[in-house]
């Protein structure tokens, strides 16, 4: 599979997948790109470069709210993401849109028999 291809496909779905994550939980952007890797492997493997502009796109947005936490012990505060009313709403539809793009596809690229 063509490097741009890839990279375009991802970049169709960054806002989506972050925001569920963060739907599913408060979390700060090291844990959002540990996670994307671990469910998504290979493919979710960004860099911060690539994820902080998605989270500020979403916090612009009204999508998610940011607040800085103190870290346990030693460790140093932290930025978390909380996801708001109007993100909830727009995951909704970015996965409902995402289902039926998906639909669309498989009927276009099914292969006759």
């Not at 009204?62 to 140093?76: N, T, Y």
């Not at 993100?87 to 039926?100: D, K, L, M, P, V």
């Amino acid at each position: 599979m063509s490097e741009k291809f890839v990279q375009q496909m991802k970049k169709g779905v960054l806002d989506m997948t972050v925001l569920k994550l963060i739907v599913e939980k408060d979390t700060y952007g090291y844990e959002i790109l540990q996670e994307l890797e671990h469910r998504g492997g290979e493919f979710f493997r960004l860099k911060e470069g690539t994820l902080y502009p998605v989270l500020y796109r979403l916090e612009d947005g009204g999508h998610i709210c940011s607040a800085w936490q103190d870290g346990e012990g030693r460790s140093a505060p932290k930025k978390y993401y909380t996801v708001t009313d109007k993100g909830r709403r727009t995951y909704a539809q970015y996965w409902s849109q995402w289902n039926e793009f998906i639909d669309c596809v498989k009927c276009i690229c099914r292969e006759e028999k």
